[in-house]
């Protein structure tokens, strides 16, 4: 679960900039608020702002240090992406720093770097503001020549084979661009679980959806898992996409291909015999085929959905249907783990491909279904979403610019606002910001670029 995310002098963002799921004094919706490890946790944000204020570049920040401390692998945006306004800042430091929860243990993680160096990274065991956070390891270096320094929590030092990694890792292994809690995943002492599960929730719990992110393995999930088959065909349904059924069909590999392809078909056939419990995706534009083996066989795992069209059923793969099915069918397994698990979904323009009224309805059905599990926070220029009945105050977020072109984020709780106002009319009035400011349309002049063709 996330508590809080800081980031400074990256994309859109100069100063330290906040953004936290911490619940205000509302009583309203309080099936919207979890207990999590000692703390309250919202579980829906909903970030508006205009085009180029920064709400994406939230997301986009949060994805790229997830995907640092997973794979290791410095982003190239922490290197050309700080702070365009100061022409100094590729010389600043950046900074990213969350507050989680995973397996009721609260965590605080930090790393700054200047000029694609770590020159500070910590792990703590957060006190949520209520007593003393406490450090398992803290990692210290320059930006310039080499001075790292690096300390583990006493417990690790006091094992007699754990306390043997933090001198092999500073001396031996550890690269001064390499996240210390990436080293994390292969330990086996069981000192290290806690460390671990930090590391986890990044690569597990944190599951960031951009507009050009496609889900892997819907197919196989849909085949495996009854209940996820079951809300998937729930979903569809509802919300009147004309698809009757989702089915899943088995193809063998050479009917597939056919034989203009035997070579791919062979090619595929050798990896998956070579690591049997392995899928082999293969992605045309529009449309995810898994390929597995199944019986000593390869087998093609396709996607269809079924359409009612006077009395008989008519088959479209993913590819033929539009793309707003397609996008509706991309969110299913964000949505069924967000109802069953502590996951959180980061979702960047979430209303992309879809109907204005059916992402209504589904944020609408996700706001007051009070068994979920997990947290849900997007972007979206969607007005219609702004709706008290859906969200609490605290639930909305405002991307804008400031005059230094910098992003900074504020609550729709800021401005105290009663329950029965209606927040679309004001936000589309720029009450609240986060709008383009259009002026008056005739001094566009475009009277004039008409006369001229």
């Not at 990694?165 to 679980?193: D, Q, T």
């Not at 998956?272 to 995810?288: G, M, V, Y």
């Not at 006077?310 to 088959?315: E, F, I, L, Q, Y």
């Given at each position: 679960m996330l508590i809080r995310f800081l980031v400074k002098n990256l994309f859109s963002f100069k100063e330290l900039t906040e953004f936290n799921m911490l619940p205000g004094r509302f009583g309203r919706m309080p099936y919207h608020v979890y207990e999590a490890g000692g703390i309250d946790l919202l579980k829906l944000n909903a970030m508006y702002g205009a085009n180029g204020a920064g709400k994406s570049n939230l997301i986009r920040a949060l994805a790229l240090l997830r995907e640092y401390v997973v794979t290791g692998n410095l982003p190239i945006e922490f290197l050309v992406e700080t702070f365009k306004f100061d022409k100094e800042s590729p010389q600043k430091d950046v900074y990213l720093g969350v507050e989680f929860i995973k397996d009721e243990v609260p965590y605080y993680y930090g790393i700054t770097i200047n000029q694609g160096i770590i020159v500070e990274e910590e792990l703590q065991i957060s006190g949520l503001g209520k007593k003393e956070?406490?450090?398992?390891?803290?990692?210290?270096?320059?930006?310039?020549?080499?001075?790292?320094?690096?300390?583990?929590?006493?417990?690790?030092?006091?094992?007699?084979?754990?306390?043997?990694?933090?001198?092999?890792?500073?001396?031996?292994?550890?690269?001064?661009?390499?996240?210390?809690?990436?080293?994390?995943?292969?330990?086996?002492?069981?000192?290290?679980?806690?460390?671990?599960k930090a590391l986890q929730w990044f690569s597990a719990d944190l599951v960031p959806i951009m507009p050009d992110t496609k889900p892997a393995g819907i197919a196989i999930y849909l085949e495996e898992d009854a209940g996820f088959y079951q809300f998937a065909a729930d979903v569809m349904q509802a919300f009147n996409t004309g698809i009757e059924r989702i089915v899943v069909d088995t193809i063998p590999i050479e009917a597939f291909f056919g034989e203009e392809d035997k070579q791919q078909a062979e090619r595929i056939t050798a990896e998956?015999?070579?690591?049997?419990?392995?899928?082999?995706?293969?992605?045309?534009?529009?449309?995810?085929i898994l390929f597995v083996l199944r019986a000593g066989k390869v087998v093609a795992k396709r996607l269809y959905f079924l359409h009612d069209i006077?009395?008989?059923?008519?088959?479209?793969?993913?590819?033929e249907e539009s793309d707003g099915t397609r996008r509706l069918v991309d969110y299913l397994p964000a949505f069924y783990a967000a109802l069953h698990s502590k996951q959180v979904y980061l979702i960047d323009e979430i209303e992309r491909s879809i109907h204005p009224l059916l992402i209504k309805e589904l944020i609408n059905k996700f706001s007051h279904d009070q068994s979920t599990k997990g947290q849900l926070i997007f972007s979206t220029h969607e007005s219609n979403l702004l709706d008290q009945d859906i969200f609490r105050p605290d639930e909305i977020w405002f991307a804008e610019k400031n005059t230094e072109g910098a992003t900074e984020v504020y609550a729709l709780s800021d401005f105290k606002e009663h329950h029965t106002i209606d927040i679309r009319k004001g936000y589309l009035n720029g009450r609240y910001g986060g709008i383009p400011f259009l002026g008056n349309l005739k001094d566009l002049n475009w009277e004039q670029h008409a006369e001229a063709h």
């Open positions: 956070d406490y450090t398992l390891f803290i990692r210290t270096d320059t930006a310039g020549e080499k001075n790292l320094e690096l300390d583990f929590a006493k417990e690790v030092m006091a094992d007699k084979e754990a306390g043997i990694f933090p001198w092999f890792l500073k001396n031996e292994i550890l690269e001064r661009n390499k996240p210390v809690l990436f080293y994390m995943a292969g330990r086996k002492n069981e000192v290290f679980e806690i460390f671990k998956l015999k070579a690591a049997p419990e392995k899928t082999r995706p293969f992605r045309t534009e529009h449309e995810e006077d009395g008989g059923a008519v088959k479209f793969t993913a590819a």
